[in-house]
């Protein structure tokens, strides 16, 4: 899935909060920021529930849930919403409330190309997609509204695949943005019977509000655990570094695939 993600950090409420994860044939999700480009097959439902603490100084936000629903449409073609509830912990920035419920979004995804395993006929070197979306108003956070799409492509190997991103971004405070991002996958182990698979990104992110567009860098390593081809569970650390400053976030979730109700 490809949920609009606005990375702002005009103030601490802006968690970096729309996750997403690897380990499933359809699109990746929990528990990282960027995607790859597949997408949810049609008539197939994804519901990712996870839990946030995210830290910066004197500040510390806990967000839970932070969810995303994605539904395949049609085939190729995928739909996102998002939210999350978030309580700031520690200090409070001016204006800033202390219950919000922010990440708003919808966005659409269509896969163009599918990426063909080694040695697999019948698919493109590598995977691309687009996405499109809107970030919606948020209560308690940024009221504006804005846009972000992004050009994914996708190229699995032997012993894992990866995956670049490229997102534009107006912003809700009606600025511009884009984010560079890179995920790396390994294969599927397995370890005192659990089904691993260890994943990493690292994007980096320029704001065009001025002169001198603030830049963000992030690095994520995490875990996904493939429970059953239905449910699979994660685990992930994050640090960003801007000039505002630098965040550390434990991410904890799951990621529940199921049918379109009759």
Not at 94 to 100: E, T
Request: proline share 4%; aromatic share 6%.
């Amino acid at each position: 899935m490809a949920t609009p993600i606005d990375r702002s950090r005009s103030s601490a409420t802006a968690l970096a909060g729309l996750v997403i994860m690897a380990g499933w044939p359809a699109a990746m999700a929990r528990p990282l920021d960027g995607t790859d480009a597949n997408v949810q097959p049609a008539g197939l439902y994804q519901l990712e529930l996870g839990l946030s603490d995210l830290r910066g100084g004197a500040r510390r936000t806990l967000a839970a849930p932070v969810a995303v629903l994605t539904y395949g449409v049609a085939d190729g073609t995928e739909v996102a919403v998002s939210g999350q509830f978030s309580r700031a912990l520690g200090t409070l920035d001016a204006g800033q409330h202390r219950l919000s419920m922010g990440g708003t979004g919808i966005s659409f995804k269509h896969q163009i190309t599918a990426a063909a395993a080694p040695g697999e006929a019948g698919g493109a070197a590598a995977g691309t997609a687009a996405s499109c979306g809107l970030l919606l108003p948020e209560a308690g956070g940024d009221a504006g509204t804005g846009a972000s799409c992004s050009a994914i492509v996708s190229q699995l190997f032997a012993a894992g695949a990866a995956h670049l991103n490229l997102t534009l971004t107006r912003t809700r405070a009606q600025t511009w943005s884009h984010v560079l991002g890179l995920i790396v996958e390994g294969r599927d182990g397995v370890l005192g019977g659990a089904v691993l698979r260890p994943v990493m990104e690292i994007w980096s992110q320029r704001e065009h509000d001025g002169a001198d567009g603030a830049r963000t860098r992030s690095l994520l390593a995490g875990v996904v655990w493939k429970h059953s081809e239905q449910l699979a569970f994660d685990a992930a650390v994050h640090h960003e570094r801007s000039s505002g400053g630098s965040y550390s976030e434990l991410r904890v979730g799951l990621t529940w695939l199921y049918p379109s109700w009759p």
